[in-house]
């Protein structure tokens, strides 16, 4: 595919109305889209992406009842060690945006073994975004920066060197599923020139071709970053 997106990051949406419409539990919904961050993470590897951001749990999503998180949770510290083992075996490194100290000790430790044991990966950077906020992510910054720089001046590129995304370029595609159409507190910073692609399927039957019929759009748009062409 020519003009192919170097990072794409996507919003997992839908689990919950998924399962609903199959009569089945949220926690079903649940099950199913973690399965599917398998299926895309190796075509987004093989198609040549670069980067793939996944927004996995928010910092909005404690919210939900006690039950769904908890079940939320324990699917994690499962898929986290699956993840690890795929990454491995497709040259994937794995990294992980987000306040990882509101997680249980048993996780934090889990992201710090899977992000050591992929650190060597030179094919796609697979980043999962956990107890993340948008706007929580600028804060933990600006309180970096303040320690580390508390008179010197503030460039963007600067400021960018204190986010969870370090090191990674902004997405050039952001994709939510299920319908919504708003970026939901994701990546604020880093989304101001990306493109956006809305569609109404659910995460757990996002599939690779509708991963290429994204790509695909992002392909047929001219990007000007506020000049004139």
């Known amino acids: 595919m020519e003009n192919l997106p170097q990072h794409v990051a996507i919003i997992l949406d839908g689990n919950g109305r998924w399962a609903k419409r199959k009569g ?11 399965k599917n961050v398998e299926t895309i993470t ?50 994937i490194r794995v990294r992980f ?7 249980s000790e048993n996780l934090q430790k889990t992201c710090a073994d899977v992000t050591r044991e992929t650190a060597g990966g030179t ?21 970096r920066l303040r320690k580390e720089n508390p008179e ?8 960018s060197s204190f986010l969870d995304t370090v090191g990674m370029p902004d997405p050039d595609l952001m994709i939510r599923t299920s319908g919504e159409e708003r970026i939901s507190n994701f990546l604020p910073w880093q989304l101001c020139y990306s493109e956006f692609y ?4 659910a995460w757990p039957d996002f599939s690779e071709d509708e991963l290429r019929k994204a790509c695909e759009a992002y392909a047929s748009r001219d990007r000007r970053f506020g000049g004139v062409k």
């Open 24 to 34: 089945l539990p949220r926690t079903a919904g649940h099950a199913a889209g973690a």
């Open 42 to 91: 190796i075509a987004a590897s093989n198609m040549g992406i670069r980067y793939l951001t996944l927004y996995a749990f928010s910092t909005e999503n404690w919210k939900r009842s006690v039950d769904e998180v908890s079940t939320i949770m324990s699917l994690l510290a499962k898929y986290l060690i699956r993840c690890r083992d795929l990454a491995l075996a497709n040259n």
């Open 97 to 103: 945006l987000g306040d990882l100290t509101g997680l």
């Open 123 to 143: 094919g796609m950077t697979l980043a999962i975004a956990l107890n993340y906020g948008g706007r929580d992510e600028i804060v933990r910054a600006v309180n």
């Open 152 to 159: 010197g001046e503030i460039t963007e590129e600067f400021f």
């Open 198 to 201: 809305f569609t109404d399927v």
